[in-house]
């Protein structure tokens, strides 16, 4: 029974638009939300990350939405860049621990 | 220095083969963690040492043995494992336990035949 769903495994967007990135989480004792973002051959690392009390949260390009009453958040990258491309993960936090999704693919094509 | 470095990159091991992963972080964070990723899913966590104890063992066989030798190093002693073991086994730290912001080390790629 997966608790964190990222239902789109890939998603193709063009250089200078918005990319956004969906994941919905079924256990409501979660109370912390990341992105990471991962390239091949390396560890994920950290992007952005919401506290459940909270309902955005920007740095820079990027930007966490949280809708906790639809157990939904998204990740908004404006504008993508072609750097941008790599899998990003949703991950959610409870006790101390981490559950991930499974990811989505993201491409920014020039 | 903020890596976390994992050797070796891959692994190939017998059933009958003892061998061991190892993961080193020099930011001084206090928590330390081995999580397992399977082809096409997400990882999984294994266990977690918290200020070089064993705080957490997610219900992994014993044929898995995590040692954490100093608050920099941690180790995964391998044994008797099965095919279905093979798999990304990736370390990762934080500052304390209590934070969720964790930093991620490449992974090492095992393969057991």
């Known amino acids: 029974d997966q608790q964190v769903k990222q239902n789109s495994p890939s998603l193709s967007v063009q250089e200078g638009r918005i990319s956004i990135l969906n994941c919905d989480y079924t256990?409501?004792?979660?109370?912390?939300f990341l992105w990471y973002k991962k390239y091949p051959a390396e560890g994920p690392t950290f992007l952005i990350s919401?506290?459940?009390?909270?309902d955005k949260n920007e740095d820079g390009r990027f930007t966490v939405f949280l809708n906790k009453s639809a157990k939904h958040l998204s990740l908004h990258i404006v504008p993508s860049q072609p750097g941008d491309s790599a899998v990003y993960f949703c991950?959610?936090?409870?006790?101390?621990?981490?559950?991930f999704g499974k990811g989505t693919l993201l491409t920014v094509n020039p | 220095d903020t890596e976390v470095t994992q050797t070796p990159k891959h692994l190939v091991m017998g059933m009958t083969n003892k061998k061991s992963l190892k993961c080193e972080q020099h930011?001084?964070?206090?928590?330390m963690y081995w999580y397992k990723q399977k082809a096409k899913k997400p990882p999984e966590l294994m266990f977690v040492?918290?200020?070089?104890?064993?705080?957490i063992n997610e219900s992994v066989p014993s044929r898995f043995s995590p040692e954490c030798p100093n608050s920099s190093l941690l180790n995964l002693h391998l044994h008797a494992l099965q095919p279905e073991d093979s798999a990304l086994y990736l370390c990762?730290?934080?500052?304390?336990?209590?934070?969720?912001?964790?930093?991620f080390g490449p992974g090492t790629r095992l393969t057991v035949t």
């Open positions: 930011m001084g964070h206090r928590a």
């Open positions: 256990n409501s004792m979660f109370d912390y």
């Open positions: 040492y918290s200020y070089e104890k064993l705080s």
């Open positions: 919401i506290s459940s009390i909270k």
């Open positions: 990762a730290s934080s500052q304390d336990p209590g934070s969720y912001e964790q930093y």
């Open positions: 991950l959610a936090g409870s006790n101390y621990k981490l559950t």
